[in-house]
Protein backbone atom coordinates (compact mmCIF):
# COMPACT_ATOMS: atom_id res chain seq x y z
CA UNK A 1 0.00 0.00 0.00
CA UNK A 2 1.17 3.69 -1.08
CA UNK A 3 1.04 6.47 1.11
CA UNK A 4 -2.29 8.13 0.25
CA UNK A 5 -3.89 4.75 -0.36
CA UNK A 6 -6.19 3.08 1.70
CA UNK A 7 -6.14 -0.29 2.18
CA UNK A 8 -8.92 -2.28 1.02
CA UNK A 9 -10.39 -5.42 2.59
CA UNK A 10 -9.93 -9.01 0.66
CA UNK A 11 -12.49 -11.06 0.05
CA UNK A 12 -12.77 -14.43 -2.15
CA UNK A 13 -13.17 -12.99 -5.20
CA UNK A 14 -12.64 -14.98 -8.65
CA UNK A 15 -14.24 -18.86 -9.02
CA UNK A 16 -14.88 -21.27 -10.90
CA UNK A 17 -18.76 -20.60 -11.85
CA UNK A 18 -19.92 -23.69 -12.55
CA UNK A 19 -20.19 -25.46 -9.35
CA UNK A 20 -18.45 -22.76 -6.64
CA UNK A 21 -20.18 -19.98 -5.11
CA UNK A 22 -19.82 -17.57 -2.77
CA UNK A 23 -21.58 -15.98 0.09
CA UNK A 24 -23.07 -12.17 -0.28
CA UNK A 25 -20.50 -11.03 1.96
CA UNK A 26 -17.66 -12.98 -0.10
CA UNK A 27 -16.16 -14.54 2.70
CA UNK A 28 -17.56 -17.74 2.27
CA UNK A 29 -16.77 -20.24 -0.51
CA UNK A 30 -19.01 -23.66 -1.29
CA UNK A 31 -18.08 -26.22 -4.34
CA UNK A 32 -21.68 -27.88 -5.30
CA UNK A 33 -20.59 -30.22 -6.86
CA UNK A 34 -19.33 -33.69 -6.00
CA UNK A 35 -17.81 -35.84 -8.53
CA UNK A 36 -13.75 -35.93 -7.97
CA UNK A 37 -11.90 -35.33 -9.78
CA UNK A 38 -13.41 -32.19 -10.59
CA UNK A 39 -11.39 -29.39 -9.39
CA UNK A 40 -12.99 -25.81 -8.69
CA UNK A 41 -10.73 -22.78 -7.61
CA UNK A 42 -11.63 -19.11 -5.52
CA UNK A 43 -8.61 -16.33 -5.62
CA UNK A 44 -8.93 -13.57 -3.52
CA UNK A 45 -9.87 -10.16 -4.82
CA UNK A 46 -6.56 -8.66 -3.72
CA UNK A 47 -3.24 -9.31 -4.79
CA UNK A 48 -0.63 -9.42 -1.35
CA UNK A 49 2.18 -7.44 -1.84
CA UNK A 50 5.36 -6.59 0.07
CA UNK A 51 4.52 -6.64 3.72
CA UNK A 52 3.23 -9.33 6.35
CA UNK A 53 -0.16 -10.98 5.38
CA UNK A 54 -1.77 -13.20 8.00
CA UNK A 55 -5.51 -14.87 7.56
CA UNK A 56 -7.65 -17.45 9.11
CA UNK A 57 -9.62 -19.81 7.40
CA UNK A 58 -12.92 -22.01 9.07
CA UNK A 59 -13.34 -25.32 7.37
CA UNK A 60 -16.73 -26.14 7.65
CA UNK A 61 -16.92 -29.47 5.60
CA UNK A 62 -14.05 -30.97 3.58
CA UNK A 63 -13.09 -33.98 1.90
CA UNK A 64 -9.85 -32.57 -0.67
CA UNK A 65 -9.48 -28.52 -0.39
CA UNK A 66 -6.48 -27.13 -1.01
CA UNK A 67 -5.23 -23.27 0.97
CA UNK A 68 -2.06 -21.11 0.15
CA UNK A 69 -1.16 -18.73 -2.47
CA UNK A 70 -0.86 -18.23 -6.15
CA UNK A 71 -0.36 -15.77 -8.85
CA UNK A 72 -1.64 -15.63 -12.94
CA UNK A 73 -4.16 -18.36 -11.91
CA UNK A 74 -7.04 -16.29 -12.84
CA UNK A 75 -5.45 -14.60 -16.03
CA UNK A 76 -4.61 -17.47 -17.55
CA UNK A 77 -8.54 -18.87 -17.26
CA UNK A 78 -7.38 -21.45 -15.26
CA UNK A 79 -9.87 -21.31 -12.26
CA UNK A 80 -11.31 -24.52 -12.79
CA UNK A 81 -8.05 -26.45 -12.25
CA UNK A 82 -5.66 -27.50 -8.85
CA UNK A 83 -3.60 -24.17 -8.48
CA UNK A 84 -0.32 -25.80 -8.97
CA UNK A 85 -1.07 -27.11 -12.10
CA UNK A 86 -3.16 -23.86 -13.73
CA UNK A 87 -0.69 -21.08 -12.14
CA UNK A 88 2.07 -19.29 -13.14
CA UNK A 89 3.54 -20.15 -9.03
CA UNK A 90 1.42 -21.78 -6.17
CA UNK A 91 2.15 -22.94 -2.78
CA UNK A 92 -0.98 -24.75 -1.39
CA UNK A 93 -1.46 -27.23 1.84
CA UNK A 94 -4.07 -29.73 1.62
CA UNK A 95 -6.38 -30.89 4.05
CA UNK A 96 -4.94 -34.39 3.82
CA UNK A 97 -1.35 -32.58 4.93
CA UNK A 98 0.43 -32.61 1.23
CA UNK A 99 2.39 -29.53 -0.02
CA UNK A 100 2.34 -28.89 -3.60
CA UNK A 101 4.28 -25.99 -5.34
CA UNK A 102 4.67 -25.44 -8.95
CA UNK A 103 7.39 -22.88 -10.25
CA UNK A 104 11.06 -23.11 -11.48
CA UNK A 105 12.58 -23.55 -8.37
CA UNK A 106 11.17 -26.02 -5.18
CA UNK A 107 10.79 -24.36 -1.50
CA UNK A 108 12.71 -25.39 1.16
CA UNK A 109 9.69 -27.07 3.41
CA UNK A 110 10.09 -27.86 6.83
CA UNK A 111 7.30 -30.04 8.94
CA UNK A 112 6.07 -28.93 12.98
CA UNK A 113 3.96 -32.38 12.97
CA UNK A 114 1.10 -33.83 11.37
CA UNK A 115 -0.31 -30.82 8.82
CA UNK A 116 -3.92 -32.14 8.11
CA UNK A 117 -7.30 -31.15 9.17
CA UNK A 118 -10.33 -31.37 9.45
CA UNK A 119 -13.91 -30.38 9.45
CA UNK A 120 -14.49 -27.17 12.18
CA UNK A 121 -10.68 -26.48 12.74
CA UNK A 122 -9.19 -22.93 11.38
CA UNK A 123 -6.69 -22.64 9.78
CA UNK A 124 -4.10 -19.59 9.09
CA UNK A 125 -1.46 -18.96 6.92
CA UNK A 126 1.07 -16.03 7.37
CA UNK A 127 2.43 -14.51 3.93
CA UNK A 128 5.84 -12.59 4.61
CA UNK A 129 7.16 -11.23 1.68
CA UNK A 130 10.48 -9.65 3.50
CA UNK A 131 11.67 -12.72 5.05
CA UNK A 132 10.29 -14.95 1.90
CA UNK A 133 8.19 -17.51 3.85
CA UNK A 134 4.89 -18.49 4.25
CA UNK A 135 3.49 -20.61 7.78
CA UNK A 136 0.56 -22.68 8.07
CA UNK A 137 -1.10 -23.44 11.32
CA UNK A 138 -3.76 -25.59 12.36
CA UNK A 139 -5.88 -24.41 15.72
CA UNK A 140 -2.73 -22.18 16.65
CA UNK A 141 -0.39 -24.76 16.01
CA UNK A 142 1.98 -24.67 13.61
CA UNK A 143 2.39 -27.36 11.25
CA UNK A 144 4.38 -26.06 8.00
CA UNK A 145 7.15 -23.19 6.76
CA UNK A 146 7.87 -22.45 3.10
CA UNK A 147 11.08 -20.61 3.09
CA UNK A 148 12.26 -19.48 -1.06
CA UNK A 149 9.14 -17.73 -1.56
CA UNK A 150 8.71 -15.07 -4.04
CA UNK A 151 6.54 -12.81 -6.02
CA UNK A 152 4.88 -13.27 -9.43
CA UNK A 153 6.58 -11.90 -12.85
CA UNK A 154 7.18 -8.34 -13.03
CA UNK A 155 6.91 -8.06 -8.91
CA UNK A 156 3.18 -8.90 -9.28
CA UNK A 157 1.59 -9.63 -5.61
CA UNK A 158 0.14 -13.21 -4.98
CA UNK A 159 -3.62 -14.20 -4.21
CA UNK A 160 -5.27 -16.15 -1.68
CA UNK A 161 -6.27 -19.25 -3.21
CA UNK A 162 -8.51 -22.06 -1.99
CA UNK A 163 -9.20 -25.66 -4.12
CA UNK A 164 -11.96 -27.72 -3.54
CA UNK A 165 -12.50 -31.49 -5.22
CA UNK A 166 -15.88 -32.44 -3.60
CA UNK A 167 -18.68 -30.68 -2.14
CA UNK A 168 -16.86 -28.94 0.50
CA UNK A 169 -17.25 -25.21 2.17
CA UNK A 170 -14.84 -22.85 4.43
CA UNK A 171 -14.74 -19.51 5.73
CA UNK A 172 -12.77 -16.34 5.59
CA UNK A 173 -12.73 -15.23 9.30
CA UNK A 174 -10.19 -12.66 9.04
CA UNK A 175 -6.96 -10.91 7.44
CA UNK A 176 -4.73 -8.55 8.50
CA UNK A 177 -1.21 -6.94 7.12
CA UNK A 178 1.41 -5.25 8.53
CA UNK A 179 2.74 -2.86 5.78
CA UNK A 180 5.69 -1.47 6.86
CA UNK A 181 8.76 -1.40 4.92
CA UNK A 182 11.74 -4.65 5.58
CA UNK A 183 15.23 -3.92 6.09
CA UNK A 184 16.95 -2.53 3.05
CA UNK A 185 13.29 -1.40 1.81
CA UNK A 186 13.38 2.14 2.30
CA UNK A 187 13.31 4.65 -0.20
CA UNK A 188 13.05 4.25 -4.17
CA UNK A 189 10.00 2.95 -5.61
CA UNK A 190 6.55 2.50 -5.09
CA UNK A 191 6.82 -0.97 -3.92
CA UNK A 192 8.84 0.11 -1.14
CA UNK A 193 6.55 2.99 0.11
CA UNK A 194 4.66 1.62 2.11
CA UNK A 195 2.69 3.33 5.24
CA UNK A 196 3.69 1.74 8.38
CA UNK A 197 1.40 0.00 10.67
CA UNK A 198 -1.31 -3.19 10.86
CA UNK A 199 -4.11 -2.59 8.81
CA UNK A 200 -7.18 -5.59 9.96
CA UNK A 201 -8.58 -6.71 6.47
CA UNK A 202 -11.31 -8.64 7.22
CA UNK A 203 -13.54 -9.35 10.80
CA UNK A 204 -14.70 -12.10 12.19
CA UNK A 205 -17.86 -14.26 11.36
Not at 33 to 39: H, L, M, Q, T, V
Not at 66 to 75: D, P
Not at 149 to 155: E, P, S
Not at 156 to 184: F, I, K, N
Request: with cysteine.
Amino acid sequence: FAPGRAATAWTWGAHEPRDMCLSSDGLEVTKRNASPPDYSTAVGSEELGLGVHRWAICIKTVQRTFLGVACGLQEAGRLGTRPTSGAEYALTLSNRGEFESSGKKSPEVVRFGDASFAAGQTVTLELDLHERTLSFAVDDRPVLRVSGVRLGAGGRGLRPVVCMDYAESCRLLWCMSTVQPGPGEQGGGDSAALAEGDVVLGMDN
